[in-house]
């Protein structure tokens, strides 16, 4: 089929009856010329026009898709100059400066605080510090209020020991005693924390860091096969 290309206007044999050009250096030539800006097939509002700008590091003289002009403050024509000029300017752009900065700030639910937290976490965050959560566990989450509570079926000893003012109390006692049973100078990591004075007849000397004492799980066994 003998057709004219619509770029060279040279007379050729067509394969196809849609051919319009005798080669592919025609098919380029032509929609270079004619197939740019708003008659370009992919053309949105002309978002994607190159036009000239300044990349902000190095002064250069740059072409970009409008696009990305209007997305961005700032322009440069690589990697490498985008990379030195936040090198430089690391303080402006970093913290709360910076345009994907997105903290907010909340009040602590323990003890009113105002902390900062993402603003996707807003509304799971709900403490400042762990200390506070464990603060907040401890008086929300106490005998009958916790999700296990079985009617109070633990012993009062188990109940105690569990307690974090007892594991304070504990820490506090072996620190002192420089994690050394006070009985035999052993250093073994079977210690224990030893009420001098009992608890079921000194209940308020529980937590008493004076009242307690470094031993080790033996001679904490032979202190109590005296009594």
Same mark, same amino acid.
């Given at each position: 089929?003998?057709?004219?290309?619509?770029?060279?206007?040279? =007379?050729?044999?067509?394969?196809?009856?849609? &051919?319009?050009?005798?080669?592919?250096?025609?098919? %380029?030539? %032509?929609?270079?010329?004619?197939?740019?800006?708003?008659?370009?097939?992919?053309?949105?509002?002309?978002?994607?026009?190159?036009?000239?700008?300044?990349?902000?590091?190095?002064?250069?003289?740059?072409?970009?898709?409008?696009?990305?002009?209007?997305?961005?403050?700032?322009?440069?024509?690589?990697?490498?100059?985008?990379?030195?000029?936040?090198?430089?300017?690391?303080? #402006?752009?970093?913290? =709360?400066?910076?345009?994907?900065?997105? &903290?907010? #700030?909340?009040?602590? =639910? &323990?003890?009113?605080?105002?902390?900062?937290?993402? %603003?996707?976490?807003?509304?799971?965050?709900?403490?400042?510090s762990k200390k506070c959560r464990n603060d907040w566990q401890s008086q929300m989450m106490l005998g009958y209020k916790h999700y296990n509570w079985h009617g109070g079926k633990t012993n009062w000893k188990s109940s105690m020991m569990?307690?974090?003012?007892?594991?304070?109390?504990? #820490?506090?006692?072996?620190?002192?005693?420089?994690?050394?049973? &006070?009985?035999?100078?052993?250093?073994?990591?079977?210690? +224990?924390? @030893? @009420?001098?004075?009992?608890?079921? +007849?000194?209940?308020?000397?529980?937590?008493?860091?004076?009242?307690?004492?470094?031993?080790?799980?033996?001679?904490?066994?032979?202190?109590?096969?005296?009594?």
């Open positions: 089929m003998l057709k004219i290309c619509k770029n060279c206007n040279k =007379e050729y044999n067509a394969r196809k009856s849609k &051919q319009n050009f005798c080669s592919r250096k025609c098919t %380029y030539e %032509y929609r270079s010329k004619y197939l740019v800006g708003e008659n370009a097939c992919n053309y949105k509002n002309g978002n994607r026009t190159k036009v000239k700008t300044i990349c902000d590091y190095c002064g250069k003289e740059i072409l970009k898709e409008k696009q990305f002009i209007d997305k961005w403050n700032k322009n440069f024509c690589n990697r490498n100059c985008q990379i030195e000029y936040y090198k430089l300017h690391s303080k #402006e752009v970093s913290g =709360e400066n910076s345009p994907r900065y997105s &903290q907010v #700030e909340v009040s602590c =639910e &323990q003890c009113g605080k105002l902390f900062k937290t993402y %603003y996707s976490t807003r509304d799971k965050a709900k403490f400042c569990a307690k974090r003012e007892y594991k304070n109390w504990r #820490e506090q006692v072996l620190k002192r005693d420089d994690y050394t049973c &006070q009985k035999c100078g052993n250093k073994t990591n079977l210690l +224990h924390a @030893h @009420h001098k004075k009992d608890v079921v +007849h000194y209940p308020e000397l529980i937590f008493d860091v004076d009242n307690g004492l470094t031993l080790c799980s033996k001679c904490h066994a032979k202190e109590h096969s005296k009594k």
